[in-house]
């Protein structure tokens, strides 16, 4: 794997995806970045914006197994780590594994199940292992989680706590299609499909061997510069002492900047992170992470994104990083 191949990969990576979901280039690169970086991704939005789409458009263009939970009011952990069973012929208990036991796993609708149900697949996208009944089991490579939710206001939901959105490596939004014609195109597309579930037409693009190839040249092949070390770390300390934020972001968010900066370069064909590769994820893989003060929230005027800009705005940009 060289930069060029991986370039060349992520192309028609990114491709066989714009052919079935319609909208922004730049979302679609920031979840293969994230997938690349092995992170588990959230996807809120309001109903209908595409968000199992696009979470089951990637599952199954990267070629890898996945297993998708729809998760209600009354799924239980068993439902999603598996249990043990009593096998009347064989006198003895098996072990079921649950649908976790997968490369990529479809949480959709997170919010809609209760703690106790959430925390057994947050345990599980922490530590990439789960215990059932005493017995440690390790999940698969790769292993990441794209789960979808509501925005929290919406009735019969169950907010994530803030430590259980801190293992999200980033959080996106899909957003409304920007213009009158990509709406067109949802429904001419749908025309052309002459079905609701695309999905049944993907084919994988890769296997899950070049996948976990990708994923170790982004481990292992790309540099990042002191300076831009730095740069990352001035970040996330800048969320900590500010007067419209009550808790900052963790080492996590930190973490999280530097894997995606790096998934980042070599998606655009780079061994070597710039700024920019760190900039553009700033929102995405810290606007889960920060509390804001309530006071400001109350008054109206506190917006992450406008702080978060701020923020950046403040720090200087490193100029004479080196590329190797
Ligand atoms: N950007 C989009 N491109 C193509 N189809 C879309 C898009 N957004 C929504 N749809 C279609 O709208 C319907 C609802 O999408 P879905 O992924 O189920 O939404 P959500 O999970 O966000 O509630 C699906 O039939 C989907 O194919
Ligand atoms: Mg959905």
Redesign the pocket.
Known sequence: MDSYKFRDLCGQILNAVDS????NPLLLRKVLCAALANGHIL?E????????????VFAKVLGCKWARIQFTPDLMPADIVGTRVWKANISEFVLEKGPIFTNILLA??INRAPPKTQSALLEAMEERQVTIEGVTHRLESPFFVMA?Q?PIELEGTYPLPEAQLDRFLVRLS?GY?ESLD?EC??LR??IKWQR???TELIEPVISPETFREMQNFVEKDVYIDQQIIEYIAKIIRSTRGHPMIEVGSSPRGGLSLLKLSRAHAAVCGRDFVTPDDVKIFVYDALNHRIILNPEYIVEGTANAKAIIDEILGKIEVPKHFMRR
């Open positions: 079935i979901f319609v909208g996807f939005d309001y109903p209908g914006l595409g968000k199992t789409l696009l979470a089951k959709d609708e979808t509501n899909t299609v990509l195109e949802i597309r749908r609701d579930d695309p």
